[in-house]
């Protein structure tokens, strides 16, 4: 029998964590669970809030959808999404390491769903589905506003300061063994 290194605590009785990034935004997230390796502690985290992802589309030859990531366009785009779905009694949020909405979301349709291929030359990524939320131009620019079917997990770690800090993806990668050694165990 499989052994967890993981808590045995369900994700009421862990709490929440709040993560800050380098320009201080902060994302509170739930812990899911914990681990301890080496005296080092690490915590599998869920955002509160759903996490958001903003497309532009463009049709010059054929439809492509380019995820939106730099601040400088977030930014500008920013106060008509969020005036988009507020419509829907969503509140955007300009959060650290993801845009997340606090609300209800709206029940999932077959026909809102969009399926994001993910190219990676180093690593066989599963296709991405994600539900529409909204659609809105912004200077002529067509902007779609999507949040992910599966869930967004952060790891992090707590620093030496006792902050939580996310894994660097050096960290994840020698992490991730580990992480889903004790996934799928749990699944069986």
């Known amino acids: 029998m499989f052994s967890s290194p993981f808590s045995d605590e369900n994700e009421h009785d862990l709490g929440a964590i709040t993560l800050t990034d380098e320009q201080g935004r902060s994302l509170e997230c739930y812990i899911e669970d914990s681990l301890m390796v080496d005296g080092q502690e690490y915590f599998l985290l869920l955002p509160k809030h759903s996490p958001v992802e903003i497309f ?9 959808a380019i995820l939106i990531e730099d601040d400088a366009t977030i930014a500008e785009i920013f106060s008509t999404a969020q005036a988009v779905l507020a ?20 029940p999932v349709e077959e026909a809102e769903i969009f399926t994001l291929e993910i190219e990676d030359e180093e690593e066989n990524l599963e296709p991405e589905q994600l539900q529409l939320l909204a659609n809105f131009y912004h200077k002529k620019q067509e902007y779609a506003i999507y949040t ?41």
């Open 87 to 106: 419509e829907q009694n969503l509140e955007l949020q300009n959060t650290a390491y993801a845009l997340t909405v606090a609300g209800d979301l709206p």
């Open 56 to 64: 532009a589309w463009r049709t010059e030859d054929e439809e492509e």
């Open 148 to 188: 992910p079917l599966d869930p967004l997990l952060f790891f992090a770690k707590k620093s030496q300061s006792g902050q939580p800090e996310l894994l660097s993806p050096e960290e994840f990668r020698k992490f991730q063994p580990l992480l889903e050694k004790y996934l799928f165990d749990e699944a069986e």
